[in-house]
């Protein structure tokens, strides 16, 4: 079986991380620990007069060391629960990088965290989930903290 978990720096992801962990896989599954670089986006030219140093490629630089540390802890993790892990960080939107991701490596299974947004804050803000779940070429599981564990 081949999964996909995706992830973020958020809890969210932690939650989907441990689930992941404690569920009972087929001996031969494998799971992608998956995070997206999100691309930085340049201020307007207006407002970029000199960028000498440049803090833009330095910026994308830490965002891709990050998610690669964070990759990796969540594989370590996967592995001492006795999972076969690895780890790829993919630049681009999360949305589009799961879904090209799980169809680019045949996933069976698409893993990931919500934050439960609902109503105008996922029209404000999306969600990573809902995209994934409408598009994704297999299965998605969505890992959620129940209420009462939220309070």
Excluded at 117 to 129: D, E, M, Q, T
């Amino acid at each position: 079986m081949r999964i996909i978990l995706a992830i973020d720096d958020s809890q969210f992801s932690v939650d989907a991380v441990r689930e992941v962990a404690a569920t009972p896989w087929p001996p031969d599954t494998t799971v992608r620990v998956l995070s997206a670089a999100e691309p930085v986006t340049p201020p307007p030219p207006s407002e970029l007069w000199y960028d000498a140093g440049g803090g833009l490629e330095r910026v994308q630089q830490e965002i891709t060391r990050r998610s690669e540390e964070l990759t990796a802890r969540a594989a370590d993790s996967l592995r001492k629960s006795g999972i076969r892990a690895e780890t790829v960080v993919r630049p681009g939107d999360a949305r589009s990088v799961i879904v090209d991701e799980a169809t680019e490596w045949s996933a069976d299974l698409v893993v990931v965290g919500s934050h439960g947004y609902s109503g105008i804050k996922r029209w404000l803000l999306g969600s990573v989930a809902h995209s994934v779940v409408s598009h994704a070429p297999c299965s998605v599981q969505v890992v959620r903290k129940r209420a009462a564990a939220l309070a």
